[in-house]
C-alpha cells in the first residue's frame, strides 16, 4: 500500500496524540506518502513492534494537489488552536512542500494522516512569488516577537535565491522577502539547497548551504520582511575544507554554544561551524570519506543531530556509498566516527541512493529514518551510541 515512494528524497516527521507519522516526498512519483511509524515504540506489554503503516498518499494533478511535480523538500509544523481557530481552520498540523519542478510550493493539512488535505500553492511568477524556479530547501520558523506568526525559508536553486514566506494561514500564504545571490551582500546563494534556522535570545537566523558556491550563508530573519545577510563562508578560505559542493545542513546545542554541521556531495565529506556568532562563524574540524574510520561519506546529503545520554551526534546519508555514517560531535573541534551501514548488509536493504535522514524519537529510543531514491523506499534505524 506504499504507493508514493518512487524517488524518495526528504522525510520530517509530527505527532498527533500518541501517534507519530512521517511524512515522505517523492520526486519521481510527485508525491507525498504519510507513514505511521507508532509501531516502532513498545506496548503497554512490553512487546515490540517493528512495522510501519502507509496511510495516505498524495499525487500532483490529484484532488487539488498542484505544486508536487519534483517534490523535493518538506518541513512540518503547528498552529496553536486559539489561532487555528481565529483561521477557521480545522486543524492544528501542516506541511509546506518544495517542488523543483513545478517551481512551486504546496500547503498540505495532514491534521488527518489517513486523509491529508490540499490547502493554499504558489508557483513562481504568480501572486507576488518571484524567485521559487528550482524550490529546494524549506526550514520553518517563529519569530520572538509574534507568537502566532509561522514562516518558512524557501531556497531556489535555480534562482539562486531565499524567499521568506509567511504560512501563517495555510490557506493564504504570502512572500514577505526575497534575496539574491550577488544582492544586498547576499554571497553564497547560488546553487542554493539545504536550509536549517535557529534562535539566539529575540533573534532568529538561517543558514542556507549552496552547492554551486561551495559556501553557507548566514541570514536574520528575525524580519521576515526584511532579511538581512549577516556572515558567510566558501570552500578552502578561513579554515573550511569541506564545502565543496555544500548539500545539507543542521544545527544543534552543546552548552552555550550553537553550532552547525553541513554535508558536501564533492568533497564527500562534513563541515563543522561554530554559528554562536552569526556575523563572525568559524570553521571547526571537517572529516572526509575514507580517512580516520569514516567509511560512509561518498555523495554524502543528508544530515540530521540527535543526543543520546550526555553526548551528541550527527546521522549522514550517502547517495554514493548507499549508506549512512554515524559521528560523535559531542566535540565539534575533534568529531569521530562511531558506526556505519551500508545497502545490503546486515539487515539493510533500502539505502541504495541514501538521500536525506530524520532522526525521531518513540518511547525514549531513538531511531532514524532514512529515504533512498534509488531503492524508491525508506530504512528505519536504531543507531547504536553510548549514553556516558
Request: net charge negative; proline share 2%; glycine share 10%.
Amino acid at each position: 500500500t506504499f504507493t508514493e515512494l518512487n524517488g524518495a528524497h526528504s522525510v520530517d516527521t509530527f505527532t498527533i496524540g500518541s501517534n507519530t507519522y512521517a511524512i515522505v516526498t517523492a520526486h519521481s512519483d510527485d508525491g507525498v506518502q504519510i507513514i505511521d511509524v507508532s509501531g516502532l515504540g513498545v506496548s503497554s506489554q512490553g512487546s515490540p513492534f517493528s512495522g510501519i503503516l502507509a496511510r495516505d498518499a498524495e499525487t500532483d494533478g490529484t484532488n487539488s494537489f498542484t505544486e508536487l511535480d519534483g517534490a523535493r523538500n518538506v518541513a512540518t509544523y503547528t498552529i496553536a488552536s486559539a489561532t487555528a481557530s481565529e483561521l477557521s481552520l480545522s486543524s492544528t498540523n501542516y506541511a509546506i512542500v518544495a517542488a523543483y519542478a513545478d517551481n512551486g510550493i504546496q500547503m498540505i493539512d495532514i491534521g488527518v494522516p489517513t486523509a491529508i488535505v490540499a490547502k493554499d500553492s504558489e508557483t513562481d511568477g504568480v501572486n507576488g512569488f518571484d524567485k521559487l524556479e528550482g524550490a529546494y530547501g524549506i526550514a520553518t520558523f517563529t519569530i520572538s516577537s509574534n507568537s502566532t506568526y509561522r514562516g518558512a525559508i524557501v531556497t531556489g536553486n535555480v534562482d539562486n535565491s531565499v524567499m521568506s514566506v509567511d504560512i501563517t494561514n495555510p490557506n493564504a500564504i504570502f512572500e514577505k522577502d526575497v534575496e539574491t545571490d550577488g544582492d544586498n551582500s547576499f554571497t553564497e546563494l547560488e546553487g542554493a539547497r539545504g536550509v536549517a534556522t535557529w534562535t539566539v535570545g529575540s533573534s532568529t537566523y538561517a543558514i542556507v548551504v549552496s552547492q554551486t558556491d561551495d559556501g553557507v550563508q548566514i541570514i536574520d530573519i528575525s524580519n521576515p520582511a526584511a532579511i538581512a545577510a549577516k556572515d558567510s563562508a566558501t570552500d578552502g578560505a578561513n579554515g573550511f575544507t569541506e564545502l565543496n559542493g555544500a548539500h545539507s545542513v543542521d544545527t544543534f546545542t552543546i552548552g552555550s554554544s550553537i553550532y552547525a554541521i553541513v554535508t558536501s556531495v564533492d568533497d564527500d565529506g562534513v563541515q563543522l561551524i561554530d554559528i554562536s556568532d552569526p556575523t563572525a562563524i568559524v570553521a571547526l574540524d571537517a572529516e572526509t570519506d575514507n580517512a580516520n574510520g569514516f567509511t560512509e561519506l561518498d555523495g554524502a546529503g543528508g544530515v540530521d543531530t540527535f543526543t543520546c545520554g550526555k553526548r551528541t551526534y550527527a546521522i549522514v546519508s550517502s547517495n554514493v556509498d548507499d549508506g549512512v555514517q554515524i559521528i560523535d560531535i559531542s566535540n565539534p573541534t575533534a568529531i569521530v566516527a562511531i558506526h556505519s551501514a551500508t545497502d545490503g548488509s546486515n539487515g539493510f536493504t533500502e539505502l541504495d541512493g541514501a538521500r536525506n535522514v530524520h532522526m525521531i524519537t518513540i518511547g525514549g529510543v531513538e531511531y532514524a529514518i532514512v529515504t533512498a531514491n534509488i531503492d524508491d523506499g525508506v530504512q528505519i534505524i536504531e543507531p547504536s551510541c553510548s549514553r556516558d
